[in-house]
């Protein structure tokens, strides 16, 4: 059987390829594709509308039953339009590439750190493609959603005897 044509493919045999777009509706999401042994098929999505956050599930085969390709990521919106996070990076050990279809650079926050792709970029998820300044700019979210939760909770920094609040206090 013919292998059918996708809008985008897999860029080798025995590889993934995961297609984003920062103005996409659907979670950043627009299309995701293996080759297996030269046969191209694409991979079946569910979104999970969660109670905190919402994430994505790219999987081959049917959800619920074992997979061997387990692809999980929280949109960019989830992580207030900073990066798309993977969670779950299951892939039969195939490389994923991953590719930009939108208008503006994309981060993806990987096992590694930040990778980050232009418009039409195509770039291979692996460590010499992490951002030099990745390790930086994660610690600046961190702080920056560590800020917002206490101006939400209206706590002070500092409470009085010099310690600083975290967030992580009970």
């Known amino acids: 059987m013919p292998s059918r044509s996708y809008t985008f493919e897999p860029p080798a045999r025995n590889s ?15 299309e995701a594709a293996v080759n297996r042994d030269g046969m191209v098929s694409r991979l079946d999505k569910f979104t999970h509308l969660g109670f905190t956050t919402d994430s994505v599930l790219l999987f081959e085969g049917e959800i ?5 390709i387990d692809i999980r990521y929280f949109p960019a919106a989830s992580r207030e ?4 996070e993977f969670y779950s990076f299951d892939t039969d050990k195939f490389p994923v590439y991953l590719h930009n279809a939108g208008d503006t650079v994309l981060s993806f926050l990987a096992s590694d750190g930040l990778i980050d792709i232009e418009p039409g970029e ?10 030099a300044d990745s390790r930086e700019r994660l610690e600046r979210y961190r702080e920056e959603a560590r800020e917002k939760l206490r101006r939400l909770s209206g706590r002070p920094e500092d409470d009085g005897g010099g310690r600083k609040y975290t967030g992580m206090e009970g």
Not at 64 to 68: D, E
Not at 122 to 131: F, G, P
Request: hydrophobic letters at 35%; one cysteine or more.
């Open 16 to 30: 993934i390829l995961l297609v984003f777009d920062d103005d996409s509706n659907d979670f950043n999401f627009v």
């Open 64 to 68: 619920g039953c074992p997979q061997s």
């Open 81 to 84: 339009g900073k990066y798309i």
């Open 122 to 131: 195509r770039k291979r998820v692996c460590e010499e493609n992490i951002a």
